[in-house]
C-alpha cells in the first residue's frame, strides 16, 4: 500500500474566506437551534442561508 502524501493547504486556497459579522443573540440562537436540529454545524447552516437568499434575491 503506498503512503499517499499528506497536503496542508495555507487558509484561505481552499477557496473560502473568514470574515467577521456583527449578529444579534436572538439570530445566533436561531442559528444554533436549526444546526442541532440538522446535525450541521452553524457555519454550514449560514452558508446555506446565504447561498439561497443570494440565489433568490430580487432588487426592486
Not at 10 to 24: A, C, N, Q
Not at 29 to 58: C, M, P, T, V
Amino acid at each position: 500500500m503506498k503512503n499517499e502524501p499528506l497536503v496542508i493547504r495555507k487558509r484561505g486556497e481552499d477557496g473560502t474566506k473568514v470574515i467577521s459579522v456583527r449578529l444579534p443573540q436572538e439570530i445566533v440562537d436561531a442559528l444554533d437551534r436549526i444546526a442541532a436540529e440538522s446535525n450541521h454545524s452553524r457555519n454550514e447552516i449560514i452558508n446555506i442561508i446565504l447561498s439561497y437568499g443570494i440565489e433568490n434575491l430580487q432588487i426592486l
